[in-house]
Nanobody, 124 residues
Framework: QVQLVESGGGSVQAGGSLRLSCAAS????????MGWFRQAPGKEREGVAV???????RYADSVKGRFTISQDNAKNTLYLQMNSLKPEDTAMYYC??????????????????WGQGTQVTVSS
């Protein structure tokens, strides 16, 4: 049973920082893609940052240079460091896991397992 549990969301002012964490367990196999996705009210869920089990990363253009995805394999934890946050970053953020691809994909349909989400709110 794959379980993904996010934490670290909250409310910050524009220009601030947050770090999201995703504790993962039960994923079958050693090759995978994991990532962070977000969904704002009235909008479709979109890929933010993804990483393959080998460490290849990919970012949405809207977050390049501001967000950093990383993973701690010893702790089975995925992170998203978010700096220089903007009001348009406000959304529910989800951790997801799926099959291995190189480069990893930002397409939500390619991810099979999802966490429950953590809310990020950025005020101006």
């Amino acid at each position: 049973q794959v379980q993904l549990v996010e934490s670290g969301g909250g409310s910050v002012q524009a220009g601030g920082s947050l770090r999201l964490s995703c504790a993962a367990s039960g994923y079958p196999g050693s090759r995978y893609s994991m990532g962070w996705f977000r969904q704002a009210p009235g909008k479709e869920r979109e890929g933010v940052a993804v990483i393959s089990s080998g460490g290849t990363k990919r970012y949405a253009d809207s977050v390049k240079g501001r967000f950093t995805i990383s993973q701690d394999n010893a702790k089975n934890t995925l992170y998203l460091q978010m700096n220089s946050l903007k009001p348009e970053d406000t959304a529910m953020y989800y951790c997801a896991a799926g099959g291995w691809r190189l480069p990893p994909s930002l397409r939500t349909s390619l991810y099979n397992y999802w966490g429950q989400g953590t809310q990020v709110t950025v005020s101006s």
